[in-house]
């Protein structure tokens, strides 16, 4: 990639976007803010340290990674449209988690770690389902 010559054109941002949807990036201001772990977002392994000194939060994350489990997480879901943040998701009756981030076809969403994969869900009343597996505790 980086031998190569320059694009002529640079990236369009709808296609970035969508990448980094599939991808389950987490992005500053959608998927990570002050209501959320970094574990949930599927940060712990790699942007957490737990091997250094004190820092503001450590307890919560600490006792997260020790003793407990995230009880959502991040996945990636086909959808129909393009939902807004916060739309609810639902499974069956139930708000099982909140999309955070979308593209025409698929959404980023916090949900329910107790959810099947499989599981038939709806957002902003339409049909979704999980386009990549539900996350499991390593």
């Not at 499974?91 to 909140?98: A, I, L, M, S, Y």
Request: hydrophobic share 40%.
């Amino acid at each position: 990639v980086l031998d190569g010559p320059a694009p002529s054109e640079p990236a369009d941002v709808a296609a970035l976007e969508r990448l980094r949807i599939l991808a389950r990036i987490p992005r500053w201001g959608r998927e990570i803010d002050d209501r959320v772990l970094p574990a949930e977002a599927g940060l712990a392994e790699t942007h957490v340290s737990f091997s250094k000194g004190c820092y503001p939060g450590q307890e919560p994350i600490a006792r997260l990674q020790y003793r407990g489990k995230v009880n959502r997480a991040l996945r990636v879901l086909e959808v129909e449209g393009a939902p807004e943040p916060d739309t609810e998701v639902l499974h069956g009756e139930k708000v099982v988690g909140r999309v955070t981030s979308s593209v025409p076809g698929l959404a980023l969403a916090y949900v329910r770690t107790d959810v099947p994969a499989e599981a038939e869900l709806s957002v902003g009343g339409a049909r979704a389902s999980s386009h990549a597996p539900a996350y499991e505790s390593p």
